[in-house]
């Protein structure tokens, strides 16, 4: 309906202030906005296209019904000492004066007055209504208001129901202007001491005096009811009813009206824009903590992979220190052993043989071993000890949450009352997390992971020497690995019978021996540096991985909920950039 009158430039801005609105609609339908807000921003849409809508708020018993009917000139409207309008009155034209009980609360009049063809005033139950309902159908009102009118009674002048209910107008950014009425209860000195007590209290509530009018609505009334043109005269006078009646009938011409009208859908689009703006950033933060602990676990299990890699180094060092004591021994058996003074002894193999294994070998096969387990046990050891640590660091990140979150929810009234979908799958992701964590530090059986990794070690080390060892130890495996040596060095003695020939060939037979071994016990170094590394590696991703699948969900949420939040942030962000050249746009009107 608006459309009809409005030229080229306000059809313009019309489409443009729907655009905006209908883009804020579907940015925030991703987001948890209250049932109230979005009702809000719906109905400031439909509205628009609606007639002008003029919101009579106040407490009840204030005089708003009765300031109705002098504008009407007829007690149409019932009125009384006691709360009398239940309903949301629809005051709008008709031929005839009827009324209409429409759904939600909601009652529709029809009246035969010229100025509500464009015009709906719409009568709302007190700020102070004793049934909650009623109170919020009148704060639903006024979001879709295009004008409120606040009527405070002369007897009881801006109380505190009427302030709170001043602070959600401003909250909406709408035009309002502030009635005085029964003002023939005081003399005029008093009327202009409360006049002055209610411009400093809405100076001090909205930040601005808006206009206000003192009035009598039942003198006004009376005037109008009057049959004697000298009464009628002397009452109208004193009800000071004339300048407010101007105002809303002449002053607010079709052009006040058309501006009021497009301006009213951008104080609920900016008001929501900023609230809901502020709700983004608050969760933008939750989440940047979120995303800082999530990176400290990434960045303690780079710590704790770097660490373990360089302690790794130091105990495969160890295991070295008992090969290389063993070629020491080695060395020095040789140098004893392979010499013209034992030629004879040389010839029994079977001597030789078990000298050699008891002054040589000895236990290193054993002392490997004991180091390999010492091994296995520090990495079953080093890995509980880093779940309990993620699981610690958790239990405070959630500690620290929930205190943040609570004293954010203290300080805004949006963020307590949008809680929805974010909140609960956080927490409960978060929750899943420590849960995970708890369970594996509750359950961790040391023995079965040392079994495991000990199994995997024996395994690598025999596949990797090419020895067939179904169920013995490692050491068994290094006895036969280093076997393989005893019959190599008895090897080169078999010609120690020629002794003609000993005496020239014991010199280079012993650096041979020595080579050999050497180049055995290198061989077997490298063996089982090589499969204890790879399998300390596997080992090290398992342990890694296991923790980085424990948070893994969350981990998702969090990345996905941010990337959505900054989306939403730079796309309410050009709405309220639109909004606000519309908005420039309106005023220049």
């Not at 009579?56 to 204030?62: D, H, P, T």
């Not at 005051?91 to 009246?111: C, H, I, K, N, P």
């Not at 096969?365 to 046990?377: A, F, G, K, W």
């Amino acid at each position: 309906m608006l459309r009809t009158i409005l030229n080229r430039k306000e059809n313009q801005i019309l489409k443009d202030e729907k655009d905006a609105l209908q883009r804020l609609q579907l940015a925030l339908a991703s987001f948890e906005v209250t049932p109230e807000d979005q009702k809000a921003l719906r109905k400031s849409l439909q509205q628009l296209d609606g007639l002008f809508l003029l919101v009579i708020v106040g407490e009840f018993n204030s005089g708003k019904s009765a300031f109705i009917n002098a504008l009407l000139g007829e007690r149409f409207l019932p009125e009384g000492v006691t709360p009398t309008t239940a309903q949301i009155h629809i005051l709008d034209y008709g031929a005839e004066a009827d009324r209409q009980v429409e759904e939600d609360g909601v009652m529709t009049f029809t009246y035969p007055a010229d100025f509500l063809r464009e015009i709906n005033i719409v009568d709302t139950p007190g700020t102070n209504a004793i049934i909650r309902r009623h109170e919020q159908l009148t704060q639903e009102f006024v979001p879709r208001s295009d004008l409120v009118i606040f009527i405070t009674s002369a007897d009881r002048p801006f109380t505190e129901s009427e302030r709170t209910f001043m602070e959600r107008i401003r909250e909406w950014g709408k035009k309002v202007i502030i009635v005085l009425n029964k003002i023939d209860l005081l003399d005029d000195d008093d009327v202009e001491q409360v006049t002055d007590f209610i411009r400093q209290n809405a100076l001090a509530l909205l930040g601005f005096v808006p206009e206000i009018f003192s009035v009598s609505s039942r003198l006004a009334l009376r005037a109008k009811e009057a049959e004697s043109r000298r009464e009628r005269d002397a009452l109208w006078e004193v009800s000071r009813f004339q300048a407010v009646e101007t105002y809303i009938l002449r002053t607010l011409d079709e052009k006040s009206r058309i501006r009021l009208k497009l301006r009213n859908p951008l104080g609920v689009g900016e008001r929501l824009v900023g609230a809901y703006g502020e709700l983004v950033q608050a969760r933008l933060e939750t989440l940047a903590a979120d995303m800082e602990a999530i990176d400290n676990i990434d960045a303690q299990l780079e710590i704790y992979r770097s660490d373990m890699h360089q302690d790794f180094r130091y105990r495969l060092a160890d295991i070295e220190k008992v090969l290389l004591a063993m070629n020491n021994r080695g060395m020095h058996y040789f140098d004893e052993t392979l010499r013209l003074a034992r030629v004879l002894d040389l010839v029994n193999t079977q001597r030789i043989q078990g000298e050699f294994e008891r002054q040589v070998v000895g236990e290193t096969p054993y002392e490997i071993e004991r180091e390999v387990n010492s091994l296995i046990d520090w990495l079953v050891e080093k890995d509980l000890r880093q779940w309990q640590a993620t699981l610690a660091y958790l239990d405070r990140h959630r500690a620290d949450v929930e205190e943040r979150a609570e004293a954010r929810a203290g300080r805004d009234k949006i963020i307590g009352q949008v809680g929805g979908p974010f909140e609960y799958n956080r927490r409960a992701l978060l929750d899943s997390v420590g849960r995970a964590a708890k369970d594996v530090v509750l359950t961790y059986d040391r023995e079965a992971e040392a079994r495991q990794l000990a199994s995997g070690v024996r395994d690598a080390v025999a596949g990797a020497a090419v020895v067939e060892v179904s169920a013995v130890g490692l050491g068994a495996i290094l006895v036969a690995i280093l076997h393989t040596a005893l019959l190599d060095f008895t090897g080169i003695l078999g010609a120690g019978a020629l002794a003609l020939v000993g005496l020239l060939i014991i010199p280079a037979k012993r650096r041979h021996a020595k080579n050999d071994l050497r180049k055995k016990l290198d061989d077997l170094q490298a063996r089982l540096t090589t499969a204890m590394t790879e399998q300390f590696e596997r080992e090290m991703e398992r342990s890694i991985q296991r923790l980085r699948e424990a948070v893994a969900p969350y981990t998702r949420f969090v990345r996905a909920e941010r990337q959505k939040l900054l989306a939403l942030e730079a796309e309410t962000a050009d709405i309220a950039s639109q909004l606000g050249r519309i908005r420039a746009q309106v005023e220049d009107l």
